[in-house]
């Protein structure tokens, strides 16, 4: 048993999981538990099934997403999975990964189209707060620094949530919009055709006129099978997208969502065979577009534009998504399919009881001074220094 601030943390060790238990100031009437595990078998097991499809909003929230991310883009760092127990059915995780000494980040990369922390039991914004509160102090100890990101403003859970939070815990914490992505929100009863006609008038003289010259025969998927997906990574080898795509962690993900009924692939065939490609899903309401490329040998005929003018209107019409998110990143052509563009935060957070992670608070600090606000307005830097400097202690004072 160890005293900590005004916290008692309980540490057990069992078969290369460990189990902290710390009671915490703002809930003082209702015990809080922090509970980790460093293996997704004893994550699970602590879940009980409220982190599984259906159970959590969308597919980035789900234990089995993280677990087959972690196996593909953090070969060798070891997770650390927290959950903590609040009052009533209230739960919290936070899913990280120690990628070296000292640094924590949270289980995303580029497939992730938000990182957020996840909740059970209908916690209001105090209690969310509180449970975080709990697994950032539960932190302390195993890191100087952790990273967040991205984080994307919901009504799930915000950017400035976690970060009081973890500034609550005891971390000190950077908050930056570090890009933008687009999000397409539909009012109840939007038709496509409603949709459509709001599009920018390029965009629509594009569709129509490339459709007579160089009409696609379009087909939307809902299975998958080897000729498909034969099919998907020929026109990703023949388009202008970079090398560096995990096709057999995206095709276990698409068979997953297919076996679900989620899957939307859809395959633009021309004349001279498929040009165009698109993997979306859909989910709860919401329709994610997580790939889409076309043969450049044909890009004259526009093969994308037709496909993902067959996936809007299937997605609105068909599946009567409330929600359309298109990935990560603000790319200028998806400006023309959603007029909203948002920011995708990170949060850097530092134990700055540990000397070492004095540098890399200061270089955040700076950073985020020096970064335009979302006005544009830039800050001077010489200000940026003098708060950076007075953010972090200087080592007499330890």
Not at 53 to 69: H, M, T
Not at 108 to 124: E, K, L, V
């Amino acid at each position: 048993m160890v005293e900590w601030r005004n916290h008692v943390l309980a540490i057990n060790m069992m078969d290369g999981n460990c189990e902290l238990v710390c009671r915490s100031d703002p809930m003082e009437d209702d015990r809080i538990q922090v509970e980790c595990s460093t293996g997704f078998a004893q994550a699970r097991a602590l879940a009980e099934g409220l982190l599984d499809a259906g159970a959590q909003p969308g597919p980035f929230d789900r234990l089995a997403w993280f677990e087959a991310l972690h196996a593909s883009a953090f070969p060798g760092a070891r997770p650390f999975i927290l959950q903590a127990r609040g009052p009533g059915e209230a739960r919290a995780w936070l899913f990280l990964a120690r990628e070296k000494p000292g640094h924590l980040t949270g289980i995303a990369n580029w497939y992730s189209f938000t990182y957020r922390p996840q909740f059970h039991g209908a916690p209001d914004a105090a209690t969310k707060r509180a449970l975080l509160a709990a697994i950032a102090r539960a932190l302390r100890g195993h890191g100087s620094r952790l990273r967040l990101h991205p984080i994307v403003d919901d009504e799930t859970a915000d950017a400035a949530l976690i970060a009081a939070a973890f500034r609550e815990g005891g971390w000190h914490v950077v908050t930056r919009a570090m890009s933008r992505k687009r999000l397409l929100h539909l009012p109840p009863g939007t038709s496509f055709a409603d949709y459509w006609a709001e599009r920018p008038g390029a965009l629509r003289s594009t569709f129509r006129r490339k459709q007579q010259q160089h009409p696609l025969t379009l087909r939307i998927h809902d299975t998958l099978d080897d000729a498909l997906w034969s099919t998907f990574e020929q026109i990703f080898a023949r388009s202008w997208k970079p090398d560096g795509d995990d096709f057999a962690f995206l095709r276990a993900f698409a068979e997953t969502e297919a076996a679900a009924g989620q899957l939307r692939l859809g395959i633009g065939h021309g004349e001279s065979g498929p040009s165009a490609v698109e993997l979306w899903t859909v989910d709860q309401g919401t329709a994610y577009i997580h790939k889409l490329a076309f043969d450049e040998r044909f890009a004259d005929h526009s093969p994308g534009t037709q496909l993902s003018h067959a996936m809007f209107r299937h997605a609105i019409d068909m599946d009567k998504v409330r929600c359309i998110d298109f990935g990560t990143g603000d790319n200028d052509y998806k400006a023309n399919w959603m007029p909203r563009s948002v920011p995708m935060r990170q949060i850097d957070a530092f134990d700055l009881a540990r000397p070492t992670s004095w540098r890399g608070a200061m270089m955040a600090h700076l950073s985020a001074i020096a970064q335009p606000d979302e006005r544009g307005t830039s800050r001077k830097a010489d200000r940026g220094r003098r708060a950076a400097l007075a953010a972090v202690p200087e080592q007499g004072d330890r």
